[in-house]
C-alpha cells in the first residue's frame, strides 16, 4: 500500500541551526502539505503546495520557513534558523485532488536545543 | 473562521463498551469536508473517513460508525464493542473549498480526545 514516508524520524538540532525535513509523498498525488504539532497539542495546518507554488500557508509559516520539490519526489520543509518553539512533530501529508483525504506521514520529531 | 470543537479531552472505558466521541464545527462554507484521523501511541496520523457537506447519510465500518447531524453542526464518531487496540487519540476535522481554483485546502483540526480502552 502506498505511504508516505517522512526522513528522519527525529532530528535535533541546536537553536539556531538550520533544518530541512524531507517527506516523499505518495506517487501520483498532487498535493502536498506541511502540519505540525506541538506536544500534546492539536495538529496545526502550515503550508499546501500545488503545481510546484504555495497554494496557501498559515500565520505560522513566516519567513523562517520554506517548502521546495527539489526533484519528481521529494518535498522539504526548511526552517531557516530554529527556535525553542519549533519544538514539534512534523507532518507531511499529500492528497491526490483538493479535498479528497490527505494521508499523512508518520511525522518527524524536531527537538531545538 | 472554521473552527472544530472537541469537548471530550479524555475518555476511558472497559473493553467491549461503546463510545461515543464528539465533534462540533463552525463553517460559514456550504461546501466543507469532515475528517477523523486516529493518532495512536506511536504518533502517526491515520485516516479513517471523510465526508463532504452534502452526504449526510451515516456511514458503520466494522466496528466504527459516524453520525453527521448538519443541523446541529456536529460528526460523531461511535466505536462499539471497544478493544485496547482503539486507545489513541482522535481527531476532527474540517476543511473549506477555498478558491476557485480549488487548489488551496487546509484541515483544521480539533484538540482531540484521548481514548483509552482499559482491559
Known amino acids: 500500500e502506498p505511504e508516505v514516508t517522512q526522513t528522519p524520524s527525529h532530528q535535533v538540532t541546536q537553536m539556531g541551526q538550520e533544518v530541512i525535513l524531507r517527506c516523499v509523498p505518495i506517487?501520483?498525488?498532487?498535493?502536498f502539505y506541511w502540519y505540525r504539532q506541538i506536544l500534546g497539542q492539536k495538529v496545526e495546518f502550515l503550508v499546501s503546495?500545488?503545481?510546484?507554488?504555495?497554494?496557501?500557508k498559515s500565520e505560522i509559516f513566516d519567513d523562517q520557513f520554506s517548502v521546495e520539490r527539489p526533484d519528481g519526489s521529494n518535498f522539504t520543509l526548511k526552517i531557516r534558523s530554529t527556535k525553542l518553539e519549533d519544538s514539534a512533530m512534523y507532518f507531511c501529508?499529500?492528497?491526490?485532488?483538493?479535498?479528497?483525504?490527505?494521508?499523512f506521514g508518520q511525522g518527524t520529531r524536531l527537538t531545538v536545543v | 473562521a472554521q473552527k472544530v470543537t472537541q469537548a471530550q479531552t479524555e475518555i476511558s472505558v472497559v473493553e467491549k463498551e461503546d463510545v461515543t466521541l464528539d465533534c462540533v464545527y463552525e463553517?460559514?462554507?456550504?461546501?466543507?469536508?469532515l475528517f477523523w484521523y486516529k493518532q495512536p501511541p506511536s504518533g502517526e496520523l491515520v485516516f479513517l473517513i471523510r465526508r463532504n457537506s452534502f452526504d449526510e447519510q451515516n456511514e458503520i465500518s466494522g466496528r466504527y460508525s459516524w453520525n453527521f447531524q448538519k443541523s446541529t453542526s456536529s460528526f460523531n464518531f461511535t466505536i462499539t464493542a471497544s478493544q485496547v487496540v482503539d486507545s489513541a487519540v482522535y481527531f476532527c476535522?474540517?476543511?473549506?473549498?477555498?478558491?476557485?481554483?480549488?487548489?488551496?485546502?487546509?484541515?483544521?483540526f480539533g484538540k482531540g480526545t484521548l481514548l483509552t480502552v482499559n482491559p
Open positions: 501529508a499529500s492528497s491526490e485532488w483538493q479535498n479528497t483525504e490527505a494521508f
Open positions: 476535522a474540517l476543511s473549506e473549498w477555498v478558491g476557485s481554483g480549488g487548489s488551496n485546502y487546509k484541515l483544521t
Open positions: 463553517t460559514r462554507d456550504t461546501t466543507y469536508y
Open positions: 506517487s501520483n498525488h498532487l498535493y
Open positions: 503546495f500545488y503545481n510546484n507554488e504555495i497554494s496557501e
